[in-house]
């Protein structure tokens, strides 16, 4: 059956079906959208006058049964079977499970389990994901489908499953028969490379652009180079069926030699974006830090534009110094990429990413920059953004100046976007201080709510990392921010907003998801619900 004939099957009816729409404050997909600006223009009620402690705060706390390094996802006035429209605030957790929970009251409307966790142990011992393992790449909804979109990786004994699931939005309920993620691809000299799911992590969200969901993959840390290896994988969004798949790398160097993979895909956990074309655009991380791997198959810290149909690279770019980057693990991949709204300058299409050696990258998406071995780099700009496990934002102001907001070791900064070389100009910037966490693994992941570009409206959230490191439950905590983007040198909010295990080699990439006048901050084993105080009614599970 497909996903389409499953609507009309599905126990919410067609009578319900029929008025599910868009709502303007609906947050579908990663960073809100498919450019991952971070960009919630349509909030009303939330403006940097009322984001204070005497009028914003926490209203609930959800408990959930596992740690979440997904964001939520949020629709507005969405039907659940037997309780009606609600506002509904969707969570996934490390422990193979999804939730629905009432936007407003925290209350849980639905919960699905997708079976047991794969413990780190299993996974080689990369505890960069602690304990467990279950679901960590973002999901995707479409809601003319009825459909959410969820990769869970689960645990059988002596094997892990990576399974594309679409399941619907009222009952959790699957819509057609989930997917197993597993294929073989040709390489050189009459190989083969066969996906094998105990060496791979899915940390990156989920994409759907032109009728197809994207899902892509890296490694478990360096540790296995010989077997994992960056993949992106694309399915129809109407019925699942497998497409094609596209390798970050397929390098062999000689028949007699071990092929040396990774070049993986993970961004901080950051969505691949795609343009109004519907081209995917994402950067990798290190590839052989023994000998120089760049070749026309092999793309390690690179920025890379693909076609939808994964059949043809249209454009790349990597550093000159590449290689260096590979010898000290530096992944330019650690950060995750942006794609720029059309802008009214020379440089119509602009993208921008950035990695651990501090370094934020302006492209041409029309040509990213290729490679110059001599240099220099052949991009538009290069600016210090501070070592970034994080990545950038982006918006309009009340003075309809666009601005480009990073997330880097250098603090959060806010970068006026002009319309001609140099493109980003800094005009204000939090310092490092409010972005430091502990083991220092530069900066967080910022996002922007607005009532389009009505003055004062716009503020800037992000979660900063914990300052200290616990294995033990509830872990350390971590802190929501608000600013004022007129004038970063203090917050106007700032409070904990839960806690974080093992956060001494496993990061804390938190993004908090702006909705309809709250902020959802999901974090271990919880989901923190804050809003205007006035009128509210407090709920706790």
Known sequence: MSLRSAL?????????????????????????DSLRTGWFATETQLTTSNVRPSTFGML?????????????????????????????????????????????????????????????????GDDNVYPI???????????????????????QSSSDTFTLHAVALNNGNDLVTPVPIGFTVPLQHGKTWTFNPKYQLQRAGLLESGGSIYVTFGSNGDIDPDI?????????????APQNAHITDRLSLSPSTVDYYLSSIWQSGYAPAADAKGNVYFSTGNSDW????????????SVVKLSGDLMHMLSAFTPQDYFQLDGYDADLGSGGLMLLPQQAGRFRNLAVAGGKDGRLFVMNQDHLGGYAPSGPDDVLQIVNQGG????????????????????????????VVG???????????????????????GGTLPVISSNGTVSGSAVIWFVQRPQSSDDYEPGTPVTLMAYDPANLSQPIFSVPA????????????????????????????????????????????
């Open 419 to 441: 319309r001609n070389q140099p493109l980003l100009t800094l005009e204000h910037s939090t310092g490092s201080g409010a972005v430091q966490g502990y083991p220092d693994n």
């Open 228 to 240: 994992s290896r960056g993949t992106i994988v694309r399915y129809d969004a109407t019925t699942l």
């Open 388 to 415: 970034c496990w994080c990545g950038p934002a982006y918006f309009v102001g009340g003075d309809n100046k666009p601005r480009v907001v990073t997330g880097g070791g250098n603090g959060v900064g806010e970068w």
């Open 290 to 301: 023994y000998q120089p791997s760049l070749s026309g198959g092999n793309r390690p810290e």
């Open 498 to 541: 839960g806690t974080w295990r093992h956060a001494v080699n496993s990061n804390a990439n938190i993004v908090p998801t702006v909705a309809n006048g709250k902020v959802y901050v999901a974090s271990n084993e919880q989901l923190q619900i804050f809003g205007l105080l006035a009128g509210r009614k407090a709920h706790k599970r």
């Open 60 to 124: 609930s706390t959800v408990v959930l049964d596992g740690r979440v390094d997904a964001e939520p996802l949020v629709l507005l006035d969405q039907p659940i079977d037997g309780s009606g429209n609600h506002n509904v605030v969707y969570v996934a957790t490390e422990n193979d499970s999804l939730y629905a929970i009432d936007a407003d009251s925290g209350a849980i409307l639905w919960q699905r389990s997708f079976g047991t966790a794969v413990p780190d142990s299993w996974k080689n």
């Open 8 to 32: 009309f099957t599905a126990s919410v009816g067609v009578a319900l079906l029929a008025v599910v729409r868009p709502a303007a404050a609906d947050v579908t997909t990663y960073h809100g």
């Open 133 to 155: 393992m279950g679901i960590l790449g973002t999901p995707t909804i479409d809601r003319s489908l009825n459909a959410l979109y969820v990769v869970a990786d689960t645990f």
